[in-house]
């Protein structure tokens, strides 16, 4: 069945960076964009980054352009996520989702100190 695992989420001090990971199994990885999102407590899903499936094209939110970077290895069925300068602002859960078919990971933590 299709399955998306996240991991690489953490504690950070501010200015810190983390790689996160997505391990995708039980469909085409290559054929398909992938995204990353993110939801803080007592906040709506966003959209932090977005790749097309052959990582030729990439888009990042406002808030994490210059700092974050989503690419994929296709021969390693997975999607990387390397946030560099974090903030107290990103902490935040963080979610990989596959655009076909669609579906999401179980999210992985990721917590910024001040």
């Known amino acids: 069945q299709v399955q998306l695992v996240e991991s690489g989420g953490g504690l950070v001090p501010a200015g810190g960076s983390l790689t996160l990971s997505c391990t995708a199994s039980?469909?085409?990885?290559?054929?398909?964009?992938m995204s990353w999102y993110r939801q803080a407590p007592g906040q709506a899903r966003e959209k932090v980054a977005f790749?097309?499936?052959?990582?030729?094209?990439?888009v990042h939110a406002d808030a994490v352009q210059g700092r974050f970077t989503i690419s994929r290895d296709n021969f390693r069925n997975t999607l990387y996520l390397r946030m560099n300068s974090l903030k107290p602002e990103d902490t935040a859960v963080y979610y990989c989702?596959?655009?076909?078919?669609?579906?999401w990971g179980q999210g992985t933590q990721v917590t910024v100190s001040s």
């Open positions: 039980g469909f085409t990885f290559s054929s398909t964009p």
């Open positions: 989702r596959a655009h076909s078919p669609e579906s």
């Open positions: 790749i097309t499936s052959t990582g030729a094209a990439t």
